[in-house]
């Protein structure tokens, strides 16, 4: 069972740039797809983006296409969430979520249901 913890959200300008980090505990991250998704203020949580399990595929909303970078460190048991030019409509609380099976890709990831083992979400604020 993969626990994830989040860190690194905080107050930027837009245009600005924050690395987010998931470090997940417990057993079973380096066989685990990774996700990152986010919940605006009167919004229903969305995909941002998310990595096979292997690291040979990534996929990412529209919206953050171009301007966001998922990564992983196995060694370290940590995925990496990179933001630049952010915009204040990027403004969330995101979370770090750990896909429910091994050893997946595919699109099935793009969606929250994938997921079994979510982080307790960082708020990343964007100022105009």
């Known amino acids: 069972q993969v626990q994830p913890v989040e860190s690194g959200g905080g107050l930027v300008q837009a245009g600005g740039s924050l690395r987010l980090s998931c470090a997940a505990s417990?057993?079973?991250?380096?066989?685990?797809?990774m996700g990152w998704f986010r919940q605006a203020p009167g919004k229903e949580r969305g995909f941002v983006a998310a990595m096979s399990w292997n690291g040979n595929r990534t996929y990412y909303a529209d919206s953050v296409k171009g301007r966001f970078t998922i990564s992983r460190d196995n060694a370290k048991n940590t995925v990496y969430l990179q933001m630049n030019s952010l915009e204040p409509d990027d403004t969330a609380i995101y979370y770090c979520?750990?896909?429910?099976?091994?050893?997946?890709?595919?699109?099935?990831?793009?969606?929250?249901?994938?997921?079994?083992?979510w982080g307790q979400g960082t708020q990343v604020t964007v100022s105009s």
């Open positions: 417990g057993r079973g991250f380096s066989n685990a797809a």
């Open positions: 979520a750990a896909d429910r099976w091994a050893f997946r890709s595919g699109g099935m990831l793009v969606k929250a249901t994938a997921y079994a083992y």
